[in-house]
């Protein structure tokens, strides 16, 4: 063993349980005294060893042939990591899938080990790359890294020694354990030292001189990286002093933001001019609102590809969806979209940064589900431009009214409670439905008009005026003209149209299928998964209407009055969808 991973190993046999000291004994990697090896004895995660995951028993067996590989250990490292207290997952990090290591890769390296190779001496250039992953776990980028590497120098008739090519690769991690396996990986997988090239220090707070002694001051041919994804609710309730040294260094920690988005920022400023970063987020990345700051630092750039994986269940015991990014720095051109299903890269268009401009801030749904062409609905005017847009009730709110709810027939000064579960298309559910609401179920949920106005006398107002309900979720939106006396819910969304705007009208377009699914195309990566869409006020109000087609006397205005009497009227919904339709196919604005 070399000197750096004896000390280390040193270091961490004072620990009570170390699971690293147990992968390490398990694969047969620690070479160690007789002495040495009694004390790792009596460790508990070694004497009492039980292989009951596949794992485990693959790398026992890997271990009695004398075939142990690198990711074997990493695989048995990361079973030990979830089995206490759900480590890794506190840390947000989890266990990257070989397919997508190899893949983000392929995409972030090709151009510039393309570079090398036609430079005059290709083999000179391609151990000059210098690639680097700011939050480098146990290492699977960097070996991935190396296999394309070699792989694609192979291919040119070049042999690359892989302890040539590990030089190359540099990593930081804010975990001591992980940076050990990073190295043994490493180490495993080329017989190099890595050394000081793999580091345990916070990449985001780390000094110029540091990374100087890695990129030498020059920035890093290839950024490769899987940041950590901690989201904002559990940084605010554990680490709130830590959240705020963040957003004070990093422009993109804005709004709500999580972890990774900041780490995006500092690959995107590691990255030379000329270079490509590669990262592996959340969707969110492309669908949320607290993203647009790091998306316009995106744009500043040319987004190479972005793809989303459907079909790959990306990491154990993790339910965000993931997609790949990959940002060529300093660059112009086309921007690049796609699906990754079952192992292929379906392409799903094509968009110049200036169309990505006019899309709304935080959301870039749209080029994965339609063609630029679509952009050109987006034109004029918003229904934000039109009427109040809310949601129902705040959270403190919420619990108040609850307090004074009541489940009987309204008396001539009760308001009427709707929220998303009492909603169809053109149809309230009121009186049909029983409701939950904080803990209250009732079939006719009631507040009086006294008691809402020494809640909110705002709410009060609200809930006197005509206006058109819009469930907060589902697999399409579900809209609904209301009358007065009815109060927004907290979990829907109030439309309160201005003078000669018709809620009835409204409630017919947002429910015309060319809504529906042009909604779902702009904010599908927001959606909660399984195709069920988050529907919130900020999206509501960026959706493209026509003027005149809402206002009270419009034929959908007709149309909408008609399916507040009648909402399953087959022909009168055929005839919206029709018209909604035609409307959009040439869009004109008033």
């Known amino acids: 063993m070399t000197e750096w991973l004896s000390e280390d190993v040193d270091m961490l046999t004072s620990e009570t ?39 485990q028993r693959r790398i026992l067996e890997k271990r009695k042939r004398m075939k142990i590989k690198a990711k074997d250990l990493s695989i048995a490292y990361q079973s030990h990591l979830s089995g206490i207290n759900n480590t890794q997952a506190r840390q947000g990090s989890y266990y990257t899938p070989e397919e997508m290591a190899d893949d983000l890769a392929m995409e972030t390296l090709s151009v510039p080990v393309d570079k090398a190779l036609k430079q005059p001496d290709p083999r000179k250039s391609l151990l000059e790359l210098t690639i680097c992953d700011p939050a480098c776990g146990s290492g ?97 309730r554990e680490t709130p002093h830590l959240r705020n040294e963040i957003a004070k260094e990093w422009s993109s920690a804005r709004g709500n933001w999580d972890l990774y988005v900041p780490f995006v920022e500092l690959g995107l400023k590691r990255t030379k001019s000329g270079g490509r970063a590669g990262f592996l987020t959340p969707i969110k990345l492309f669908g949320a609102d607290y993203c647009a700051t790091i998306q316009s630092q995106l744009l500043r750039h040319r987004i190479a590809t972005a793809k989303i994986w459907e079909t790959l269940e990306a990491f154990e015991n993790a339910t965000v969806a993931v997609m790949t990014s990959v940002i060529d720095k300093d660059s112009q051109g086309p921007c690049h979209f796609f699906k990754r299903i079952d192992s292929k890269n379906v392409k799903c268009g094509e968009w110049t940064i200036e169309e990505m401009k ?11 589900f339609e063609s630029a062409k679509s952009i050109e609905a987006l034109q004029g005017i918003r229904l934000g431009d039109l009427a109040e847009i809310r949601d129902g009730a705040t959270t403190g ?194």
């Not at 004497?47 to 995951?53: A, H, I, K």
């Not at 006019?358 to 994965?368: A, D, E, Q, T």
């Open 140 to 236: 699977h980028f960097l070996l991935a890294a190396m296999r394309f590497i070699i792989e694609k120098a192979h291919c040119h008739g070049i042999a690359l020694m892989k302890e040539d090519v590990a030089k190359c690769l540099f990593g930081i991690d804010i975990d001591p354990t992980a940076v050990l396996l990073c190295r043994l990986q490493l180490w495993i997988a080329s017989r190099y030292d890595p050394g000081e090239n793999i580091v345990c220090d916070d990449a985001l707070f780390r000094s110029e001189e540091a990374w100087s002694r890695q990129d030498r001051g020059l920035g890093f041919d290839a950024i490769l990286s899987n940041p950590p994804y901690i989201d904002s609710e559990r940084m605010k």
């Open 358 to 368: 006019r899309l709304p801030k935080g959301h870039w749904s749209l080029p994965f």
């Open 17 to 55: 349980v170390n699971p690293l000291e147990h992968a390490l004994l398990l694969a047969g990697l620690a070479t160690v005294s007789p002495a040495k090896e009694a004390q790792f004895r009596k460790l508990p995660l070694f004497s009492d060893l039980n292989p009951s995951t596949p794992a």
């Open 397 to 590: 709110e919420a619990y108040r009214i609850r307090e004074r709810i009541r489940d009987r027939k309204p008396k001539n000064d009760d308001i009427k409670i709707i929220n998303t579960g009492l909603i169809d298309p053109h149809r309230s559910l009121w009186g049909k439905r029983p409701i939950r609401y904080l803990g209250f179920k009732g079939l006719r949920p009631v507040i009086s008009a006294e008691d809402l106005h020494e809640i909110s006398p705002k709410r009060l107002l609200q809930a006197n005026r005509v206006k058109t309900l819009v469930g907060g979720m589902g697999k399409r939106i579900e809209a609904v003209a209301v009358p007065s006396k009815t109060l927004c819910g907290k979990s829907a969304v109030q439309i309160i149209p201005q003078k000669g705007i018709c809620a009835f009208a409204l409630a017919a377009w947002l429910n015309s299928d060319w809504v529906c699914r042009f909604y779902a195309a702009l904010f599908q990566l927001r959606g909660m998964g399984r195709g069920a869409l988050n529907i919130g006020p900020r999206q509501i109000r960026v959706l493209p209407v026509i003027q005149s087609e809402i206002t009270t006397g419009s034929m959908l205005s007709k149309w909408g009055r008609i399916l507040a009497e009648n909402p399953d009227d087959k022909a009168i919904l055929d005839a919206v969808d029709s018209h909604c339709r035609a409307l959009y196919e040439s869009p004109r604005t008033d």
